[in-house]
């Protein structure tokens, strides 16, 4: 805990407390001037009581400790291991904007694949299998989206996700890496298990809920199981999940997913001829956006509701999206 020393004199400083402001029944100045000089260590619990003795939440503490994104080039949210662990996890960003570059994606992917084939085969730990894994899943997902065909369907065999599902299947009490596992897995699942493990993944990812860091990640979750069924056209289902998207946001209100919830449900019913309903909806979705001044969002929703309107659902694939943030 040397280094968390370091950290925690570094915030009392900037705070202009001294040892005494500090210090506590629980905490002396002298044990607290040792620990800030790595030269004694405690237990959670102190360590706990010492950051709020300093008026610091522990994701403060270690978004410091960690560095900040402009020292930590990799971090786009101040939490920078959690950007570490997807960019292990996933790898690089892959950009779809245009036929080209999926003509370049597919080729980086097809080199990644090799390279993380090579790595488990050296490694066969479970961080290698998966990163090999998620780069097969991807491959296949931008191969259908160059083909023109649905990222994913009814029919999936879990040629990909075999060791990702035996790893949640395993994991009693799912934490964020679990839950991102889940997604980035689910495109590949066989439609049963997949359904199983949204379960889970919804019932885990309430307690983040309160978490700064990710307090919206349940509503991820519901939304990317959404697209899934709407792309596999499995409308009884999406009903469903619609009212669960709707209880979620009535119990914590979120301006961006009601959109985004609205903008669904209009979909659905443009899927399930309610014309009429879904033009009220679509428009309600786009109104909100408006108000709020996210006019991108407003734009999107009305463009792809359009598209919606004038298309067969097979096309539904353009898209198709996914949140992991």
């Known amino acids: 805990m040397a280094a968390l020393g370091k950290t925690v004199r570094q915030i009392r400083k900037n705070k202009g407390l001294t040892l005494m402001d500090v210090a506590d029944d629980q905490l002396t100045a002298s044990f607290l001037s040792k620990f800030e000089r790595g030269l004694a260590d405690m237990s959670t619990n102190r360590f706990l009581h010492l950051l709020d003795r300093i ?4 994701e403060e503490f270690f978004y410091i400790h960690n560095g900040t ?3 930590k080039k990799g971090s786009k949210d101040g939490y920078y291991s959690r950007t570490a662990m997807l960019d292990r996890l996933f790898g690089n960003y892959l950009s779809l904007d245009s036929p080209a570059d999926i003509q370049q994606t597919l080729t980086d992917l097809t ?5 993380a084939a090579a790595q488990y ?3 066969p730990t479970l961080l290698n299998v ?3 894994r998620i780069q097969q899943v991807m491959r296949q997902m931008i191969t259908r989206l160059e083909q023109q065909r649905p990222l994913t369907s009814l029919n999936n065999t879990g040629q990909y996700s075999a060791e990702a599902q035996n790893y949640l299947y395993n994991v009693s009490d799912w934490g964020e890496f679990e839950l991102y596992v889940f ?3 689910s495109l590949d699942m066989p439609v049963a298990d997949e359904r199983r493990l949204f379960k889970v993944a919804v019932k885990r990812s309430k307690k983040y809920s309160t978490f700064p860091g990710a307090p919206r990640l349940r509503f991820d979750m519901i939304f990317n ?3 899934l069924e709407m792309n596999r056209q499995a409308y009884p289902v999406v009903g469903d999940y619609l009212d669960q998207y709707k209880a979620a946001l009535t119990a914590e209100p979120n301006a961006e997913h009601e959109i985004s919830y609205r903008f669904i449900r209009a979909w659905w019913l443009y899927r399930t001829g309610q014309r009429d309903a879904a033009a009220t909806v679509g428009q309600s979705a786009i109104q909100l956006a408006t108000a709020l001044r996210m006019t991108k969002l407003a734009q999107d929703v009305q463009d792809e509701l359009t598209q919606v309107a004038t298309h067969a659902p097979a096309e539904d694939y353009k898209f198709f999206r996914q949140i992991i943030e």
């Open 55 to 58: 008026f610091t939440t522990p």
């Open 69 to 71: 994104p402009t020292e």
């Open 111 to 115: 080199r990644r694949e090799k390279a």
């Open 121 to 123: 085969k050296a490694a």
């Open 130 to 132: 998966l990163h090999w």
């Open 183 to 185: 997604t980035l897995f």
């Open 225 to 227: 199981q959404l697209f």
